[in-house]
């Protein structure tokens, strides 16, 4: 039986979840833990690649940047072309994309090539990154959007556990590239799961209307086991068209610029953590491998913020408790860059900030995917993402040139801890997202 066709999106948003949405929504969570794990993976090789090469930290602080850089671009880049040609064919590309990164960086000879690659790498993360914020929001229900979302985000923490400790058992018997390879295979497995299990988002069918939509249409409904529609519902006149500049029209600009503030300040602080804390570990006398589980435990933290956000996020709203997560992060961050007593101190605290900054993140993306509309989703995403995304560069590269002159870990853990603060203000001025 057809049902009427104005009802499309509203069963989506109001009908329970079947299987198909949900096995989506888990592809789209690994996915994004392998984005964890590609990321960081340049942070577990970091010590290696400085022994080999004699790199002093400033110049790791811009090798460790490189994919952030290339994830800014890629996140407005890839972002903008998923509104155009489907989040699934956008997801598609990113994943040739990470899988070629990674494996050339087994073959970098020099901190120039290795910095081009992991730029070139950074692409594809940033824009997986804005294309499965997306498709999670749109395929989830109105009720567990927020949950979905947030969940799909706390993949990334996975991701950088269970590779963050592949990573460290290899740095035990093999030396930095085998990182990158093992990335390399991993990513390659998920390509063909992706083009079998990942379908395109309704909520994009509806409102680009690319030719078969209503074959297409018609095909998830039932998937999702709905019944079919006779014709597609009139597009929506009102909704923005995607473009850039439609980010910036009224009634979206200030969500746009405020929302981008708060993800540029606090993404800044959160990759402070991630990307120095082996290094720092190891001007303390450690080794590698040692160095890598502090990582690994500043991840766990991640990991077990981002659950709790998503289950509090069930009944409590999601602004307010990003701002609270942020204002903790700051907390946190300076804690950490005071005198421990042992390892396993100093991997304490960097679980708690990994808890802190972790749930801040997981929490913006909740927030991104609510504030925009289906039409441009993708897009403001990306925007958001990718221009936050200079303050992941910023992060590592401002507190390499502070250590460089001589700043002791306390000051600029303190320093770098004021992203999260200032993240929470901008918070604090942008009006509770649309749910």
Request: net charge positive.
């Amino acid at each position: 039986m057809m049902q009427a066709v104005s009802d499309i999106r509203r069963l989506i948003d109001e009908a329970p979840m079947g299987r198909a949405q949900i096995a989506a929504i888990i592809l789209c969570i690994l996915l994004n833990a392998l984005d964890g794990f590609d990321v960081l993976a340049i942070s577990f090789a970091s010590p290696g690649i400085a022994a080999e090469w004699g790199v002093s930290r400033a110049a790791l602080g811009i090798v460790l940047s490189m994919e952030l850089v290339g994830m800014a671009a890629g996140s407005m880049l890839l972002g903008g072309l998923a509104d155009r040609i489907g989040r699934r064919p956008t997801i598609l590309l990113c994943l040739v994309i990470m899988a070629a990164g990674m494996l050339a960086a087994t073959q970098a000879f020099s901190v120039l090539s290795l910095s081009v690659i992991r730029l070139g790498t950074g692409l594809g993360i940033g824009g997986m990154l804005a294309c499965t914020n997306a498709m999670v929001a749109e395929l989830a229900n109105a009720r567990a959007r927020s949950l979905a979302v947030a969940v799909m985000a706390a993949g990334y923490p996975v991701g950088a556990i269970i590779g963050g400790s592949i990573a460290s058992m290899l740095l035990i018997s093999g030396d930095w590239r085998d990182i990158f390879l093992f990335g390399a295979i991993a990513t390659g497995v998920f390509l063909p799961l992706a083009i079998f299990l990942l379908p395109e988002s309704i909520g994009f069918l509806l409102q680009r209307r690319p030719e078969g939509a209503l074959d297409r249409v018609n095909a998830l409904l039932q998937r999702m086991g709905h019944a079919p529609v006779a014709a597609l519902p009139p597009v929506d006149a009102a909704a923005p068209k995607a473009s850039f500049s439609a980010l910036f029209a009224p009634g979206l600009g200030r969500i746009t610029v405020l929302l981008t503030a708060a993800y540029f300040a606090h993404i800044m602080t959160f990759y402070f953590i991630l990307k120095w804390v082996p290094k720092i570990v190891v001007d303390m006398g450690h080794d590698a491998s040692s160095a890598g589980g502090v990582l690994v435990w500043a991840n766990v933290g991640g990991l077990l913020g981002a659950l709790l956000l998503s289950v509090l996020s069930w009944r409590i709203g999601i602004r307010a408790l990003v701002i609270g997560a942020m204002l903790l992060s700051g907390v946190m961050v300076t804690i950490f860059g005071q005198e421990q007593s042992s390892l396993a101190g100093r991997s304490l605290v960097a679980a708690a900030a990994g808890f802190c900054t972790n749930a801040g993140v997981v929490g913006l993306y909740a927030i991104i995917a609510q504030s925009f509309p289906t039409a441009v989703r993708g897009g403001g995403t990306g925007i958001v993402i990718g221009v936050g995304r200079g303050g992941a560069a910023l992060g590592p590269v401002i507190a390499g040139f502070l250590f460089s002159l001589d700043f002791g870990l306390p000051a600029v853990a303190l320093i770098m801890a004021l992203g999260s603060v200032v993240g929470a203000g901008a918070l604090l001025a942008l009006r509770p997202a649309r749910g």
